[in-house]
């Protein structure tokens, strides 16, 4: 499997930017695809997740309502709509895709892309 995330940029607080992820390979029902960030020394942390099967979607605290999650299977594609941006939401963003089980922690996931920079001024 590979990931190709795209679509970071820099943005003013209160703007919007929307991530892509694509995917090759193998992606099963029983998979869950992924967001993570990562800001400069600091832990990587969950963003959002979504099943590919059922398309539930789970998001961290921190973004709920702000953030919305979704994919679309025949393209392999995963997105992240992000709205209402703030400086906090600056990292590197990484999707990455399950192996089974959890979502929501960095062990979960057994495949990541190469992350994009995304940058929220104030």
């Known amino acids: 499997v590979q990931l190709q995330a795209s679509g970071g940029g820099l943005v003013q607080a209160g703007g919007s930017l929307k991530l892509s992820c694509a995917a090759s390979?193998?992606?099963?029902?029983?998979?869950?695809m992924g967001w993570f960030r990562q800001a400069p020394g600091m832990e990587r942390e969950f963003v959002a997740a979504i099943r590919w099967g059922t398309g539930a979607t789970y998001y961290a605290d921190s973004v709920k309502g702000r953030f919305t999650i979704s994919r679309d299977r025949p393209a392999k594609m995963v997105y992240l709509q992000m709205d209402s941006l703030k400086p906090d939401d600056t990292a590197v963003y990484y999707c990455a895709r399950t192996g089974n089980g959890g979502l929501r922690l960095v062990s979960d996931y057994h495949y990541w892309g190469q992350g994009t920079q995304v940058t929220v001024s104030s």
């Open positions: 390979g193998n992606i099963f029902s029983s998979h869950v």
